[in-house]
């Protein structure tokens, strides 16, 4: 993970999408907390899953939301600085982890 740190310059998120963000990680939280429990109580399997896939889907909601930040903000300025190539080779990579 380490390849991907540079010392680009950063676009500061707003307070507000900072809020946005770890608003979704918190509702995220509390969902795994809860398959937590359903485990606990030896809920039906199925139960589980479904909860499993709609975590799954909130995570890769907020890996997109951010994706779309870095995209309009550091690969935009890598581009218009020279770098573009770099920056969308790194991008294309992260994406097809996010895709998983």
């Known amino acids: 993970m380490d390849q991907f740190l540079h010392d680009h310059p950063i676009t500061p998120r707003t307070d507000a999408e900072k809020q946005g963000v770890v608003n979704r990680l918190k509702r995220i939280e509390g969902q795994v907390r809860g398959i937590q429990k359903m485990v606990e109580e030896d809920r039906y399997c199925v139960d589980i899953l479904v909860q499993i896939s709609a975590i799954n889907a909130a995570l890769k909601k907020v890996g997109f939301q951010v994706a779309e930040r870095h ?30």
């Open 71 to 100: 995209v309009k903000h550091c690969v935009s300025h890598a581009v218009k600085s020279g770098e573009g190539e770099a920056s969308i080779d790194e991008l294309m990579e992260v994406l097809k982890r996010l895709s998983k």
